[in-house]
């Protein structure tokens, strides 16, 4: 085989994958937002099919040989090398389970995720166990056939960011709890900041039309290549190049909800639109890892979304909107209120003080439940002692306690951790952006998207051409240092609350 | 190979195929909808990929032995029997083009309906005319290999309606010139009816409230099988059993034609889901033909949707919306309004009685354009002419004329002509419907879905089992007559006009 007979077997096979890749991603964003919920079975069941078919793609024996020419060949473009590198990886975990075990647990997934909604909507946690329990079984099973010698939670932290394992995590929690734990008993026995104006009847519709009206137009989140639609639980998918899709949740009785959302979410449609196009269509034009893509998204949230600037940009909008709720609420009123900590029960609606918190739980619950020191059948009692533990709270229902996250219903186990890691990770980029570029003016000035194109420049232009580590050092000149997220929340926080 | 052989077979190839008909339906849904522009030269791409993938199961030659067994044993249950004479109807038809003919034409037709979208913002046929040469050329060769020896436009007649003939037609719509044209001419010279109030501006906002809080639901549309979005051109499209979706577009100083194209749209998805559950999956669960379709979705939105008993139904509730348009506005003017005849520019907007003249000159036109009458730089010439001899209206624009309609622009030449028939089926249902029960107080009542139920246990669902011309034998005891179709037309609009 000569290296243009690989590329161009290469070049068709990555082809095949994406048109399945899309099609996949637009029946999901579609099963996730609008689909009637009695086609489900006949849907689901053909979706599992065209997963299999994807599989067969995937896995594909014979793309192995020219994946190794690939990469061995010292003739061949060192971005094919590394694209084919990361084909290589995937392959590999994948390639040794059965298609029709794929294709079943794709299926049992999808039931696994109705069971969760089913069970969110009669807030029973039962209705959601057993296919929990399931979810855990499959991955064990999955994860088996790779047949690696490492703990299966850290190889599941592993394929979520790779290059971390429980240690890393270990000693990255720790000292969170150090500082943080400290931190946030400080806050708690501090003047209270009053955030109640918040939890008054925002009507839905004056809420869709001020983030489709404003907030989109400002964080540059154009129909041309994205699109927002609703869900219960908000993410961000794509479909192929710039082709973006967002949701949101608007609630009546909490307003900031779906706008920090959306900020989040944009955070992360913004990274993959941003990646060199001379990677489109190929594996190098997603994000690098979890924590990377969380570090993009809770940046534009919370370092950007949460800033006195960007509300004196935007506030004045959102009080015409709202005449009768806001009128007499002074801007610096609103940016301390949604900064307001408090010790809660829901991570996404948590500060950002209090999330990481929200995060050590989770982090603990899995490595408990996979380590064996944790039996699935106190799963949830383990979950409310440790909110009891770590943030002195009684969880009074499922659905604001072990039914509020998504995430496990389909078999994400390890991604949680990459939440917390994401927030350090964006401490660091808001640092050294503050450096190099005014952001707050940018902000006051609607300009938000000069702050976006710092990222582009220093981490989304990459694509996952480096490795997470990589872009820390190149953006920032220095390896990652959780100090940087520990010294932010503890100066913002002590200027909040006067400490 | 055994029955039960080539029954396995038989259903895991249409299984398959379904899986790829699911997939792209929604992937073209979606792009008629939401998707965002900046993405479609990838998604056409891939689109066009998949689109050769699903055509491959269809012309998947080791079928058609199976078909052939199934149609020709005996001991084969008789739905099953036409399930298979359908299945082959439509493989003897494409397996004939080459695969990459066919998914150069899929994409070719993409790329003409984005230019018809671009040519109406830009209210420039210039910019579609190339395109849509090329779709009359493309159709050409298509219907070239399939090497019959009828006339090329009598066969996309017959795709579209099968049975029909460039000889019915002709008789058909010589029947309605003969009663409609003098009707018209006696209408347009009666007193007018005013409907300027109907063209106020009318919050497009509240159009989607009242349509989602009280339209839908009296048409017992409902989120557990249907969803309905927004497009350019409205349409009606399903993805798998109960799952229909319709879509509809509001304008600010029109608010009647969302309505109107709302209540159509629900009538095509009623014919569809209401088909037998025993043909899930299969050819059977879709509509017979494209007049019987357009018989359901118009007999809704007119025969139904236009009369006094549904307004007095929901007139009160719209005025409410819109208190400042419609407070002096009593019933029986609405009614009248929506009902008024005007000869006019715009297919869609066309009132019942002039409708069919607007179906007239595309199938005029089609014919000469096919037939070679009319040469294809004549066209909008041609479009001109015509609508000055029928209609008397000169054609200001493009947009106005020649671009109005999206059929065109994917090459779907031969369907206009069904919306006449379908019309004209309806009345012949609404005559027999009317002898059989109250439509009127059932309208009036808000039991809409109990005329529903009429058309379910006569036409609906049967599906495609049998030709639409046993379906109006078996529900109306005779054999179609469009005497019904001018009599109902000639009886309403001289009631309307005091002629």
Known sequence: MTIQEALDQYNSWKFRLSAYEMALSIINIDRMTVAPSDGSAYRDERTAYLSGEKFSIETDPSILPVLDLLIGQPGV??????EAELYRREFMKIHVIPKEEYVAFSKAATSSYDAWLKARQNNDYSIFEPHLKGMIEWQKKLYGYRKSDRPLYEQMLDDYEPGTDIAFYDRFFDR???????????????EPIDDSFLKQSFPEELQKKWTSDVLLPYLGFTKNWGYQNETEHPFTAWTCENDCRTTTRYEEYNMTAAIFSTIHEVGHAWYEHNVSPKFDGTILSTGISSGMHESQSRFCENYLGRSFPFWKANYTSLQNTFPDQLRDIPLEQFVRAVNASKCGLIRTAADELTYPVHILIRYELEKGLFGGSIPFEQLKEAWNDLYR???????????EGILQDVHWSDGSFGYFPTYALGSAFAAQFYHRMREEIAVDNYLERSEYCTCIDWLKTHIHRYGALYPAAKIMELSTGEPFNPGYYLDYLEEKYSRLYYL
Request: hydrophobic share 35%; charged share 30%.
């Open 389 to 399: 533990q770590y943030l002195g709270v009684e969880v009074p229902s499922d659905c």
């Open 176 to 190: 969170l709890k150090e500082r943080l734990i400290p931190l946030i008993q400080k806050v708690q026995n501090a």
């Open 77 to 82: 473009d060192s971005d094919i090398r590394r």
